[in-house]
């Protein structure tokens, strides 16, 4: 796994996580866990050898009573394409916070 965490000097950050083709079946491994044991949680953690960076990503199951802080956006898509309407894009929310980066600008996976 890759992370990197991106200081976009707004109050904002952003956070990119790449993970090899070998590490998807784990990760949803816990994804399928966390629906059978929704009082558990899992780890995605640092190797600690940089001088610094994201230390650890927690994932567990929300709690009712927790507002949402985030949404899912669905597949990545182009500059200024727009959104189609699916499955994928099923909790589209309010538009980003003025100074953030543009949607596909904030990664180099965009």
Partial sequence: MHSKLTDWK??????????????IDLII???????????QHFHLSSDYKAQGGLGDIEI??????????????????????????????????????PGMPPAGQESRHG
């Fill in 10 to 23: 707004n109050g904002w950050f952003g956070l990119e996580l790449g993970i090899a083709r070998d590490e």
């Fill in 29 to 39: 491994e816990g994804l399928n866990n966390l629906k059978e044991e929704p009082d």
């Fill in 60 to 97: 567990y199951v929300q709690e009712p009573e927790e507002k949402d802080n985030m949404i899912k956006i669905g597949k990545a898509l182009a500059p200024g394409a727009d959104v189609p309407n699916s499955s994928l894009n099923n909790s589209l929310g309010p538009a980003p916070a």
